[in-house]
């Protein structure tokens, strides 16, 4: 089994930076791609950033240029850098993991994140 464990998150103000970390552990065969997802209240979860395995990134209009996902290989760790947060950045963040040629898919618990004055 593969375990991810997300930390980072919290209350900030509007225009605050925050990081997530989300630590994958477990019997990880390979790990193809790994992101962040976000669902906010009454709202479908949606792709906030995800990186592959050779590098590529894709990132969401909503927060490009304000977020920045980056990887840390050998200790099977992703990052989220948040900055310029806004109100409707507010959600739970769910960290995934894509493994192996069947591409299963492994989601964290989640973290809030909530930016209000």
């Known amino acids: 089994q593969v375990q991810l464990v997300e930390s980072g998150g919290g209350l900030v103000q509007p225009g605050g930076s925050l990081r997530l970390s989300c630590a994958a552990s477990?019997?990880?065969?390979?790990?193809?791609?790994m992101g962040w997802y976000r669902q906010a209240p009454g709202k479908e979860r949606e792709l906030v950033a995800i990186?592959?395995?050779?590098?590529?990134?894709s990132t969401a209009d909503s927060v490009k240029g304000r977020f920045t996902i980056s990887r840390d290989n050998a200790k099977n760790t992703v990052y989220l850098q948040m900055n310029s947060l806004k109100p409707e950045d507010t959600a739970v963040y769910y960290c995934?993991?894509?493994?192996?040629?069947?591409?299963?898919?492994?989601w964290g618990q989640g973290t809030q994140v909530t930016v209000s004055s």
């Open positions: 990186l592959t395995a050779n590098g590529r990134t």
């Open positions: 995934n993991l894509i493994s192996g040629i069947n591409e299963r898919a492994y």
């Open positions: 477990g019997s990880i065969f390979s790990i193809n791609a």
